[in-house]
């Protein structure tokens, strides 16, 4: 791919005095359309030291207002950005909707300098490509456009910059020792490059290659592209909001819709006295309080998600996970509808900013589910969103157990009569009446609705890197003391796990 690239290309004086002005007015304008459109726009700068990506971010700046970009220098990871996947530090800088963020360097070091630096293991390098794509790939489903520039100079043009960098008392500070280092690479570096391009251009993210021998000739070619792109996204955007969305035709087949689904073959009849179930959670408790210290020392992280009928005991069931772990090692997070900043981005974005760090255990009370489930059900989000994210989460999912993560998953099951039990216990008894809503009354009318969804959830997103674990809860004591051995064993083999990535510190 680089070595058709014609890096002799010039513009003329002229004609850039002719063509920058106008881009940057076009882009001012862009920039304003895009944030009443409510478009998200990313553009990233990757290249040779020393090929002009700075001077190509500031010009870039110069006429878009500062309150809707951020700029994001990303150099090496630092001790709390390595102890969660990779794409956490990016996932929690991409841009709300109408944002612009601008990336110096970007997640491609991954496949790039580290690789070469041997930084990451080749495994790791290998499994960054499908995630960075899978990433790339969710946000412009989500709407984001995506820019990303490759600026290509000479082995020979990137010595000559160097030397001149270093005669000037003011620029030399910017040539290093590591910079020397990479130049004497360049040909290894220029085999890993066209490895990434050719493996991460893609229909909706391609890269776009700058000839960058010219600084005019750049700054011309950079301004064109990223104002063709935001129209081209603004376009789409337009056109999508002015159709509508295909949806699917639904067919009922009476026959197949009464087949018995996985939540049929339950047995909800299941009960533990409560002698055996202190004696039997106590037990466990003690365990869970030992695999904690093991999850620290080891540096692995576990995430344990809850979902269930309303009234399913999931705030009791929590309570017993976490009754005898050491508060430092563990954190519980609920979840509620989206607000604020959590609205402007994709959907995966706030689940992604509260990951734990390696080492620690994090108890979900509600997830991403929520997409599949009530978004789906209460129209909350479109059919294509829902249907798209089974992928989506998967891939989230499958991202987490690459980095060592362990994913234990709960769908706490009761019948219908126990949750109205359940419910009519609660209007009686003071301290619990505050947990009856009336929307617990609204989801409990589309029960059958539900149900259907949490199938599909249970079917299409239990793999075997994350399976889920139904849990059978019209006893309580049954169900706290299921899922704390079900975490237990969890650890356990993730402890044991051949594949699993060590880490230290």
Not at 167 to 173: F, I, L, N, V
Not at 185 to 198: A, F
Not at 401 to 422: M, N, P
Not at 429 to 434: L, P, Q, R
Request: charged residues 35%; proline residues 4%.
């Amino acid at each position: 791919m680089l070595e058709t690239v014609d890096l002799s290309l010039k513009l003329s004086k002229e004609d850039y005095k002719q063509w920058l002005p106008r881009l940057k007015e076009d882009l001012r304008i862009l920039q304003q359309q895009a944030r009443e459109a409510g478009l998200p726009v990313i553009i990233l700068f990757e290249g040779w030291d020393a090929s002009g990506k700075g001077d190509s971010i500031s010009q870039l700046l110069d006429r878009l207002d500062p309150r809707g970009f951020r700029v994001h220098p990303i150099s090496a990871p630092i001790q709390e950005e390595l102890y969660r996947p990779f794409l956490w530090r990016f996932w929690t800088k991409v841009p709300g909707r109408g944002q612009i963020a601008i990336f110096d360097r970007s997640w491609y070091g991954r496949v790039h300098v580290e690789r070469v630096d041997k930084i990451c293991t080749p495994d790791e390098w290998h499994q960054a490509y499908q995630e960075i794509n899978e990433f790339e790939r969710q946000l412009v489903d989500d709407g984001t456009v995506i820019v990303k520039f490759w600026l290509h100079i000479s082995q020979k043009e990137q010595k000559r910059r160097f030397r001149q960098c270093e005669k000037d008392r003011y620029m030399k500070w910017k040539v290093t020792k590591e910079d020397w280092k990479h130049h004497k690479q360049y040909d290894t570096y220029l085999q890993v490059t066209e490895e990434m391009l050719e493996r991460t251009s893609t229909h909706y993210a391609p890269w776009t290659i700058i000839e960058a021998t010219d600084r005019r000739y750049r700054r011309v070619k950079i301004f064109k592209t990223i104002c063709e792109a935001i129209q081209a996204g603004l376009n789409r955007k337009r056109t999508k909001a002015a159709t509508h969305e295909d949806t699917h035709e639904q067919i009922e087949v009476t026959a197949l819709k009464d087949m018995p689904s996985v939540l049929d073959r339950v047995d909800l009849s299941l009960t533990l006295e409560p002698d055996e179930y202190r004696r039997q959670l106590l037990r466990g408790q003690v365990r869970l309080r030992e695999l904690e210290y093991e999850c620290f020392k080891h540096r692995m992280p576990v995430i344990a998600v809850y979902e269930g009928w309303d009234a399913a005991g999931k705030g009791g069931n929590i309570k017993r996970v976490t009754q005898n772990l050491d508060p430092r090692g563990y954190s519980v997070t609920p979840i509620a509808a989206p607000t604020g900043d959590e609205k402007t981005h994709h959907y995966l974005w706030r689940f992604w900013k509260q990951l734990p760090k390696a080492g620690h255990i994090a108890v979900f009370d509600r997830s991403w589910y929520g997409r599949i489930m009530v978004e789906r059900i209460e129209g909350f989000c479109t059919e294509a969103e829902w249907r798209r994210a089974f992928q989506e989460i998967n891939e989230f999912e499958r991202h987490l157990y690459h980095f060592g993560t362990v994913i234990v998953k709960f769908w706490l099951h009761i019948s219908k009569e126990e949750q109205l039990a359940r419910f009519e216990e609660r209007k009686t008894i003071e301290y619990k009446s505050y947990k009856l809503t009336d929307e617990d009354w609204r989801n409990r009318e589309k029960w059958d609705a539900y149900r259907e969804a949490v199938v599909d959830m249970l079917q299409r997103t239990s793999t075997t890197y994350a399976p889920w674990t139904v849990v059978e809860g019209n006893c309580k004591l049954w169900a706290r003391v299921k899922a704390v051995e079900t975490i237990i064993d969890a650890i356990e083999k993730g402890l044991n796990r051949e594949d699993r990535p060590e880490m230290t510190g």
